[in-house]
């Protein structure tokens, strides 16, 4: 085992609380910037076009699910996790399902590496300790044997994209450890798909157990925090945790991707409140949840902020367009259109976070206050901190989610501003149009008005000037061939207003017979390489009832 770091102060639970809520704004810049740095590196090593700037952000390679495995249900071994439980915790899930995923070999790794943070019942830290392989396993049998020796344990695990994975994700657990874990503390099954990184968009996990009195005996609460930047952070974050009233022991079980700055501030966080000297009592069961909950929320900032700024330039832009201040532009305003359209896909990402996130956290205040009516009237003030935090983030992100719906209104309203200045700018172009062709009518008119003036007599004195008629000698004489002028002037005209009435079945049987050309000549090719087993036959049949179609349709035409 390799010890991390060490806090030998004891564990003092008022001033800890008040220390958890009053982090320096130098720590939380730092970890602004590095969650900014992590989320760049990793969207360049995915291959994403990434800046936390100006950029929008945007995957280029597939979506997470299409690389998901389906899951082939294996027969229920009931001597196996999670048949194993007790029998209220087994009855509601799905036991051959999460079985069959954890029998999964590539979901697991092939080390074991995890973190591990406990408080003891003196109320000191024991700070952060990494496990590897079998160290894991002496721990969950250590723990087992003694399972009132600590207060409070936080296992930290992790997991990275992998493919021939169920999840297309794979945890640093190796299987037997995972299972061992899994029996030792009764985690619930609940928690198996999220262990695995499925990402999950449904209700947070609550379960009660009671005693024979019908008093709270243990509690277990299991949510996935929503993912803000779905573009960049791919590995979702996981957290478990069960209360056990007997023992008054408090286990989490902490999921997430590697390098995931959101748990590894939150990490420094739960180590810097533990080591603070606070009042004897111990610590509230929700306190980590609720930094891990705070720490996520806290990562939605830089995205908001830059959707609102990307927003309010596009806002200055059409204001700038519809005061005049800017010639309109079709490609300009093109490109204005498609930016508003990727705001208004991204404010819905985030209304959709911000819908999740809330329901995580006010389940989780439920869960609170449903542990902390079941508690000692002596620990209900110590309770109230986190509490009152705790409704004070569901009003928080109440909040935001009343501003992002503020941004999609402002970009409705945009964008049918920018509807109707191209609607105008089409009015106007369609009013040159108009009067192009009104010009052009009147020029048309003209001529037809001076071809009436002079046809009449230029096809007179073309006539009497044919050498059908003689004029010579003061009489008109007419020779006996002027019935020749009337057999080609009639037939010539009849057939040029059949083709004028057939012009357009022309063009189209010309089109046709373009296209049965070039499929016989694709005819030919595909003869010229048939092999003597007479594979490759239904392409050529294909493509001779294709010609035969297209004689059919000449035929019609004709």
Known sequence: MESLSQSSEPLRMLSTEKAVFSRSSTHREQGRDEIEKVSNETAAGLG???????????????????????????????????????????????????????????????????????????????????????????????????????????????????????????????????????????????????????????APGLHHSLDSQGKLQRQEYMCQHPRWDSHVKLQPCSVYMSVDRTTNVTTYIVMSGEDDRCIEIAKKRIEDAFS????????????????????????????????????????????????????????????????????????????????????????????HKTLKEASD???????????DSLEQHVQTLHARRRWLLSYKSRKDIAMNLVFNLVTQQDSETNMSIAQATKNDSAAMKTIAALTMVFLPATAISSFFGMAFFNGQGGSLTVTSNWWIFLATT????????????KWPDILNALEVIGRSTHAGWKLVRLRSKIPDDGSDRTRVDSTSSGISSLEKDVSKIV
């Open 48 to 202: 994403f076009v990434c800046n936390m700037g100006d950029e929008i952000v945007r995957p280029t390679k597939q979506r997470l699910a299409s690389e998901y495995e389906d899951v082939p249900r294996t027969p229920l071994n009931r001597d196996q996790y999670p048949s194993t439980l007790p029998a209220g915790s087994r009855s509601a899930h799905d036991l051959a399902y999460y079985q069959s995923i954890l029998n999964h070999e590539h979901n697991f790794a092939s080390r074991t590496i995890c973190d591990v943070f406990e408080v003891g019942l003196d109320g000191k830290p024991n700070g952060l300790t990494r496990l590897h392989d079998d160290a894991l396993q002496d721990y969950i049998k250590k723990s087992v044997e003694c399972s009132t020796a600590i207060l409070m344990r936080i296992i930290y695990l992790t997991s990275i994209r992998a493919k021939n994975t169920t999840f297309a994700s794979q945890i640093s657990l190796q299987k037997g450890h995972a299972q061992e874990l899994l029996q030792a503390f009764q985690v619930s099954a609940h928690f198996v798909s999220l262990l695995l990184g499925e990402p999950d968009y449904g």
């Open 377 to 387: 009237a002596t620990l209900q003030n110590a309770f109230s901190l986190v509490g």
């Open 276 to 367: 603070l000297p606070t009042v004897e009592q111990p610590p509230d069961p929700f306190l980590v949840h609720h930094i891990i909950a705070h720490e996520s929320f806290l990562q939605s900032k830089p995205i908001i902020t830059k959707l609102r700024h990307r927003l309010y330039d596009a806002l200055d832009n059409v204001d700038a367009y519809g005061k005049g201040e800017k010639s309109l532009d079709r490609v300009a305003l093109r490109a204005l259109t498609n930016e508003l359209h990727l705001i208004s896909q991204d404010a819905d990402s985030l209304v959709s976070s911000t819908e999740m996130g809330t329901m995580v956290v006010e389940r989780m205040s439920a869960a």
């Open 490 to 501: 009639v037939p010539m005209t009849l057939i040029l207003f059949l083709i004028w009435l």
